[in-house]
T-cell receptor, first 110, second 116 residues
């Protein structure tokens, strides 16, 4: 089955810096790659997603890139703010099931 | 507004008892999922359903069961609760119709279960 690896597991940055989270997946048939943000005590919420026919997607301060050949995808957050502090999960899917990475805790220091 | 609700939000039970966590969605989504979240393990799929009367096992299904008698509900039952099932449980749903893969997953608020 699909296996999603996410790294690093924690990241601490200064406000205004950029943050990058990297994920790899194992099954070349996966074709949908969402990113979820989970604040403490809250539910995961979709922040951006990319499908296999697109290499890059951007939404304001966040962007996702996908390299299907290497089977990895990354989340880029620019101009980080304290409210970006959360746990971020990547996921990959075949058909309609999502397999999640273990998450990365991002801390943005003011 | 459409939503997905879970109940109870918090529950404490004893080892060996049967527990049912409810999940109700008003999105009219065909697909429903149960995940558990544990520190260091992320979100792991327990069971899922693609429609009424359809249920499937996920990665960590042992000790859990689900049933889908209508579109709106997918209750998760722990037949005999164990301490290893102490966790936060998330229900999620998604629609169908995309021609390019999985659809956007919407999560409920979660149910925190403690098994003593």
């Amino acid at each position: 089955g699909e296996n999603v690896e996410q790294h690093p597991s924690t990241l601490s940055v200064q406000e205004g810096d950029s943050a990058v989270i990297k994920c790899t997946y194992s099954d070349s048939a996966s074709n949908y790659f969402p990113w979820y943000k989970q604040e403490l005590g809250k539910r995961p919420q979709l922040i951006i997603d990319i499908r296999s026919n697109v290499g890059e997607k951007k939404d304001q301060r966040i962007a996702v890139t996908l390299n299907k050949t290497a089977k990895h995808f990354s989340l880029h957050i620019t101009e980080t703010q304290p409210e970006d502090s959360a746990v971020y999960f990547c996921a990959a899917s075949i058909a309609e099931q999502l397999v999640f990475g273990k998450g990365m805790k991002l801390t943005v220091n003011p | 507004d459409a939503e997905i609700t879970q109940s109870p939000r918090h529950k404490i039970t004893e080892t060996g008892r049967q527990v049912t966590l409810a999940c109700h969605q008003t999105w009219n989504h065909n697909n429903m999922f149960w995940y558990r979240q544990d520190l260091g393990h992320g979100l792991r799929l327990i069971h899922y359903s693609y429609g009424v009367q359809d249920t499937n096992k996920g990665e960590v299904s042992d000790g859990y069961s689900v049933s889908r008698s209508n579109t709106e509900d997918l209750p998760l039952t722990l037949e005999s609760a164990a301490s290893s099932q102490t966790s936060v449980y998330f229900c999620a749903s998604s629609g169908t119709g995309s021609t390019t893969g999985a659809n956007v997953l919407t999560f409920g608020a979660g149910s925190r279960l403690t098994v003593l």
